[in-house]
């Protein structure tokens, strides 16, 4: 009876903080809708001319132009196949793709002027987006059609990445090889900027005209919308973008609804979007496949992203699909400013290196915290199912063949504006068939990972759970059927974790190895490892007294 009291004094505070939790996260702003005049603009009406080989820039820039001036409307881009230079968008402008409309952007290079931007949460000069808006009220991308950003003119490639005929093909088109001979670049310019520090990013008084010798290596988004207010992205298909393919920076009452973002899964920073420092956004009913993370939460990076303190907050995700991507949903690395009141629901995950995945590392800084996620499917699952690592590295979550990767040392470091926060995540109903790891959950000695609820899950693994530098874990009602079962549980100086009505497989070898002196009050109740506690390995410190079976 003092045991269950116990349990009930820590339990208690805990599902109090998760029922407040889940009722804030219910009750998110609505997200403000755009309204256009009825009058139309066909871009054909600008002197447009889907041949495939006029530049159309000048005429679709004409009627958006001509659309706003005139208090507003929609910019019809009829079907056929058009092609553009970069494009602006502009207030009370619905830019709207027929059926069978393609918008092929051009691959030469010289088309996009250099300009000031952002880059990875930070001031940086790029190549101007084919898509861009800034400072725009009331604006969408609506349609059937396809909008092609021509990436292939611009990206990297890595040999290990492709077939052998692949390669072979690309070398022979041009460009050049790196010294090793297993990197593609399209061009000298993007060359110089691999050997160039802090490539583009605007400081010590540079300014664009700075850039010019690496201009090929600042590869653009397809699409950036900044600053702006009631924002609708809807039916259109965003594909092969140079780096991004979707990034809304700064912007309130953002809706993306029943959008397909593609590139291919060699595409170096190719993810599917990226909404940072946004506020009250509705992301649903949309398929990413994409060669970077799929959905990507950020808010700027280290000092500039702390300078600018604009989370995004009031977020809610349901109804999508990823499939090949780095994360299915992410948040991070670049959280500085922070993210708060997220809820993501009803969405499958296929094939992506992670399933949820939540990054960082020191130097950011930033709180995320408050985020709701239930109702995913995974399946095929490279790496883990759920990963909250606080040690990102800026690689590949999965390494690839051959490549080797040290741990990362682990000591103490001193608190302070710079020091990431992950803490109050509430993850339930989540059912996982393949992965190599159920769950890994890494933070920092000083800062450990915080007040995370995992809730109703089956996850079928090759290995379970790996928990380091963290406090107050709590599982409830999770299946892990992992392969490998010695250990099912990786623990390491880690404190007040919770298995409630765990099960694991019974062909179980060793239930839980627990190291470090730093272990403490670790608790087993219901389930099936009650009959499994002599298959405990205690090391490095920790003590047999902290590991409590009910």
């Known amino acids: 009876m003092p045991e269950m009291k116990r349990l009930l004094l820590v339990l208690l505070p805990a599902l109090i903080a998760v029922g407040m939790l889940n009722a804030q996260i219910d009750n998110l702003p ?32 004409a009627a958006i132009d001509a659309c706003h001036n005139k208090g507003g409307g929609t910019v019809i881009v009829p079907s056929g196949l058009w092609i553009s230079g970069p494009i602006v968008l502009r207030s009370n402008v619905n830019l709207h793709l027929a059926e069978n409309a393609w918008l092929q952007f051009t691959s030469d290079r010289s088309a996009y002027s250099l300009v000031e931007g952002n880059w990875e949460g930070q001031p940086a000069v790029r190549n101007q987006s084919p898509l861009s808006a800034t400072n725009a009220e009331n604006i969408a991308i609506t349609g059937k059609g396809i909008i092609d950003g021509n990436g292939d003119a611009w990206r990297a490639v890595k040999k290990d990445k492709l077939t052998e ?42 300014t664009a005209a700075d850039f010019e010798d690496i201009k090929d290596f600042l590869r653009p988004n397809l699409l950036v919308f900044t600053n702006c207010k009631v924002v609708l992205l809807e039916g259109v298909t965003f594909q092969n973008s140079p780096a991004w393919c979707l990034h809304p920076l700064l912007c309130e009452d953002l809706t993306v609804r029943n959008v397909t973002s593609k590139n291919p899964w060699y595409a170096q920073n190719g993810d599917g979007i990226d909404i940072e420092s946004c506020r009250n956004v ?66 499958n995950f296929i094939g992506t290196d992670i399933g949820l995945r939540f990054k960082t590392t020191r130097g950011r800084g930033g709180v995320v915290e408050k985020i709701a996620i239930r109702n995913i499917n995974m399946k095929d699952i490279v790496g883990e199912a759920i990963l909250f690592d606080m040690y990102y590295m800026a690689k590949d979550p999965v390494p690839l063949a051959g490549e080797k990767r040290e741990l990362p040392k682990v000591e103490f470091k001193t608190v302070d504006e710079t020091t990431p926060v992950f803490r109050d995540f509430f993850i339930s109903n989540v059912v996982c068939n393949g992965a190599a790891k159920a769950i ?33 874990i709590r599982l409830k009602n999770v299946t892990v059927l992992s392969k490998q079962t010695n250990p099912v549980i990786d623990l390491v100086q880690s404190r007040n974790i919770i298995f409630d009505h765990l099960e694991v497989p019974g062909s179980t070898e060793q239930l839980l190895r627990a190291g470090g002196d730093r272990v403490k009050n670790i608790r087993f109740t219901g389930g099936n490892t009650a009959a499994l506690k002599e298959k405990t390995s205690i090391e490095l410190g920790a003590s047999q007294t902290e590991i409590h079976y009910q």
């Open 30 to 61: 609505v997200v403000k809708q755009v309204k256009f005049r009825n009058e139309q603009f066909p871009i054909t009406r600008y002197g447009a001319r889907a041949d495939g080989r006029t530049i159309n820039t000048k005429s679709i820039q």
């Open 165 to 206: 005929t692949q390669w072979k093909n690309l070398v022979a088109s041009g460009g050049l090889l790196s010294e090793d001979g297993k990197t593609w670049y399209p061009t000298e310019k993007y060359v110089n900027g691999t050997k160039t520090k802090d490539p583009g990013v605007l400081k010590d008084g540079k």
């Open 282 to 347: 509705l992301l649903e009913g949309s398929v990413f496949d994409v060669g970077d993370d799929g959905i990507c939460i950020k808010s700027g990076r280290n000092a500039e992203g702390r300078k600018r303190n604009r989370p995004t907050e009031n977020l809610t995700v349901r109804n999508c699909t990823v499939y090949h991507a780095h994360g299915g949903f992410v948040i991070g690395s670049e959280m500085s400013g922070g993210a708060r009141n997220i809820k993501v629901s009803d969405c």
């Open 440 to 472: 890994f959950i890494r933070g920092l000695p000083e800062m450990n990972v915080q007040n995370i609820r995992l809730e109703n899950m089956v996850l079928q693994a090759t290995k379970g759970i790996d928990i380091q530098e963290a406090d107050e």
